[in-house]
């Protein structure tokens, strides 16, 4: 979806900057402690985002110039960042978003910043997303696709409170394997959704310049190309798999996705719930430090258990 949006002349955007997920909570944690806005703003940003910012050639003088001239307010502060890497690295583009997974647990804080922001949510069978998780090659949650099927079940949890809660309102649910299977229909329709008109080159194929603006990594994307299904859509053995199909019940449901038959026994499910156990209990107790440290930004997700390394990190005030 970032790649489609990318290849539109009005849009940038950035690929897993955590603009709010990580970098707007450092900020928040840091101006609350009494550190300068703009400064701690431009520590960040220089930090975090430098791929961008080298991407785009941003001038560094007149950016550090400019941000230290603003009112100081995190909307203010984002807007003239994007501003830079648009006018340095994309002149077309007006309108900036973010590609980041994490920010389904943020669409509250979002909205608070941008009350007109609008969001794209992109799913796809929760079992072929626990089933891309738990392969080898993905290195950032567990192999285990019980655990995963525990963090998927949270992810939709987390995402689908605060849309009931009647924050945000702007939500525009794209359901993956349309797109793939008619994918002008459906990007008609979301160019409709976000008020642009549709252009072919949005799903032709795209080199250049952009590929790197949108963050260090995503140069040779697959993304660039033809929109095509990911691999891990076929002959997902999930799909029949008695404990998937349980836990992850209510969202094959709620998403429109067909049930499988095959239910477990008893030994099956308690066995599952042993196995997330220990995550569960990591949930409950880090949750309430998370709570005190970023008032503003629970709920608190796990992608996998919490290793010795990052306990340690939080013992001596790491993030």
């Known amino acids: 979806m970032g790649c489609i949006l990318n ?3 009005e ?3 950035f690929f897993e900057q955590n603009l709010f997920s990580a970098l707007y909570r450092r900020w928040d944690s840091r101006v609350r402690g009494g550190a300068d806005r703009q400064e701690t703003f431009l520590q960040l940003t220089e930090r975090y985002c430098s791929d ?3 991407a785009a050639g941003i001038d560094l003088p007149d950016y550090r110039s400019q941000i230290r001239r603003t009112d100081g307010t995190w909307q203010t502060l984002l807007n003239e960042f994007a501003c830079f890497a648009m006018e340095a690295g994309k002149p077309s583009a007006c309108r900036f978003g973010d590609k980041t997974p994490h920010h389904i647990a ?12 609008q969001f794209l949510f992109v799913y796809r069978d929760p079992r072929d ?3 891309s998780m738990t392969k080898e090659s993905f290195p950032y949650t567990s192999n285990d696709p019980v655990l995963n099927a525990h963090v998927v ?3 939709y949890e987390t995402f689908r409170t605060p849309i009931e809660e009647g924050t945000p309102k702007n939500v525009f649910d794209v359901r993956y394997e349309d797109l793939v299977r008619d994918p002008e229909t459906v990007t008609r329709e979301i160019c409709d959704f976000l008020e642009v008109e549709y252009t072919a080159s949005m799903l032709e194929a795209k080199e250049g310049p952009i590929q790197a603006l949108v963050g260090a990594g995503w140069v040779d994307y697959k993304g660039w190309g033809e929109v095509r299904p990911q691999p891990s859509s076929k002959a997902n053995p999930l799909k029949d798999d008695p404990v998937m199909n349980w836990m992850l019940d209510e969202w094959i449901q709620s998403l429109g996705y067909d049930r499988s038959t095959s239910r477990p026994g008893l030994p099956e499910r308690l066995r599952a ?3 997330t156990l220990p995550m569960r209990l990591q949930e409950m107790v ?3 430090p998370w709570r005190w440290k970023y008032p503003k930004h629970s709920p608190f997700l796990l992608e996998k258990p919490v290793t010795k390394r990052q306990i340690k990190s939080w013992l001596t005030g790491g993030e």
Request: hydrophobic share 45%; no cysteine.
């Open 106 to 117: 943020r669409t509250a804080i979002i909205a608070r910043h941008y009350p007109y922001a």
């Open 7 to 9: 290849k539109h002349p």
């Open 153 to 155: 079940g949270n992810y």
């Open 286 to 288: 880090f949750s309430i």
């Open 129 to 131: 997303t626990v089933f």
């Open 11 to 13: 849009f940038l955007i």
């Open 273 to 275: 719930r042993f196995q």
């Open 52 to 54: 961008v910012i080298e």
